[in-house]
T-cell receptor, first 114, second 114 residues
Framework: EAGVTQSPTHLIKTRGQQATLRCSPI?????VYWYQQALGLGLQFLLW???????NRGNFPPRFSGRQFPNYSSELNVNALELEDSALYLC?????????????FGPGTRLTVT | GDSVTQMEGPVTLSEEAFLTINCTYT??????LFWYVQYPGEGLQLLLK?????DKGSNKGFEATYRKETTSFHLEKGSVQVSDSAVYFC?????????????FGKGTKLSVKP
């Protein structure tokens, strides 16, 4: 069974640009979660999507946004990039949005903002 | 709010040594508890979990017991190997307003020398 996949592996952008990161969940999983792993800040929850809807959001500014498609894949968009957005962005999935807390993670996208 | 505190690293051990990584948590309600492992250059892998008090999670020789009275979930392994070198994260499942959110400790880097 294929795991969670993310693309691209690495992304280099300039401050002020926009970045788009993609995630495909495990087959049969309907919930997708996004986390930011920045140096010195640990893992911080960004967004949770389930059945195409945003269910919860972490303490991040509105320039971090995303969506979930009918096939349950997801996209994270970061607008007006700042240097401190440089981080590893991890996507995770679960079979359902409620009562199931065990999240399965992808390998991540390394975003570098110069 | 809910939080996880785990021992600071790095931890350096010799092969076959006993490992303990301490993890304590603060939460309202009764969250599920997890240990995740991150090998260099990779995403997070679920190592073990416990969903209620006194549950013991175990996998690959690692164990942790959910202790409600001490709000702890310490990770132990009787004999570590070089291949166990990685960063270990303790996490709890968010409840209420943090639903969908895994709340992570800052991670403990383990290095095992031959």
């Amino acid at each position: 069974e294929a795991g969670v996949t993310q693309s691209p592996t690495h992304l280099i952008k300039t401050r002020g640009q926009q970045a788009t990161l993609r995630c495909s969940p495990i087959s049969g999983h309907t919930s997708v979660y996004w986390y930011q792993q920045a140096l010195g800040l640990g893992l911080q929850f960004l967004l949770w999507y389930d059945e195409g809807e945003e269910r919860n959001r972490g303490n991040f500014p509105p320039r971090f946004s995303g969506r979930q498609f009918p096939n349950y894949s997801s996209e994270l968009n970061v607008n007006a990039l700042e240097l401190e957005d440089s981080a590893l962005y991890l996507c995770a999935s679960t079979p359902t949005g409620t009562g199931y807390h065990e999240q399965y993670f992808g390998p991540g996208t390394r975003l570098t903002v110069t | 709010g809910d939080s996880v505190t785990q021992m600071e690293g790095p931890v350096t051990l010799s092969e076959e040594a006993f490992l303990t990584i301490n993890c304590t948590y603060t939460a309202t309600g009764y969250p599920s508890l997890f240990w995740y492992v991150q090998y260099p250059g990779e995403g997070l892998q679920l190592l073990l979990k416990a969903t209620k008090a006194d549950d013991k999670g175990s996998n690959k020789g690692f164990e942790a017991t959910y202790r409600k009275e001490t709000t702890s979930f310490h990770l132990e392994k009787g004999s570590v190997q070089v291949s166990d070198s990685a960063v270990y994260f303790c996490a709890l499942s968010g409840l209420g307003g943090s639903q969908g959110n895994l709340i992570f400790g800052k991670g403990t880097k383990l290095s095992v020398k031959p």
